[in-house]
């Protein structure tokens, strides 16, 4: 069953039964506030998420993470979360600092 853990609110653990979902729906409907500013469409980078392990259990890079990194407003551990899918196993990301928002009390 893939599990995403979310390192920087106290590794938090979400599991989810369905594969090829994106991220950011799987955060969603686990009742986790996660930012996206432009409706969860690929025009902004406001649900970047920072991958520390898992990368490879990810989906491909779409054309709009390829066209921000081009841009480089995304680094080369990171996604967007309403891009990408999680096929399998274990994914461990953050949320950068930038994206946080000011209601949640992240941990380091």
């Keep these: 069953m893939p599990r ?20 950011i729906e799987i955060i969603h409907e686990n009742g986790t506030d996660w930012m996206h500013a432009c409706g969860k469409k690929g025009r902004c980078t406001t649900c970047k998420m920072i991958v520390v392990r898992g990368m490879e259990n990810l989906s491909p890079e779409t054309e709009r993470e390829l066209f921000y990194r081009s841009q480089n407003q995304l680094r080369s551990n990171e996604r967007l979360s309403c891009q990408s899918q999680l096929l399998k196993d274990e994914l461990i990301i953050r949320v950068a600092d930038v994206n946080k928002f000011p209601h949640i009390d992240y941990t380091r």
């Design 4 to 23: 995403i853990v979310i390192e920087n609110l106290r590794n938090l653990s979400i599991h989810s039964e369905d594969t090829n979902r994106k991220v």
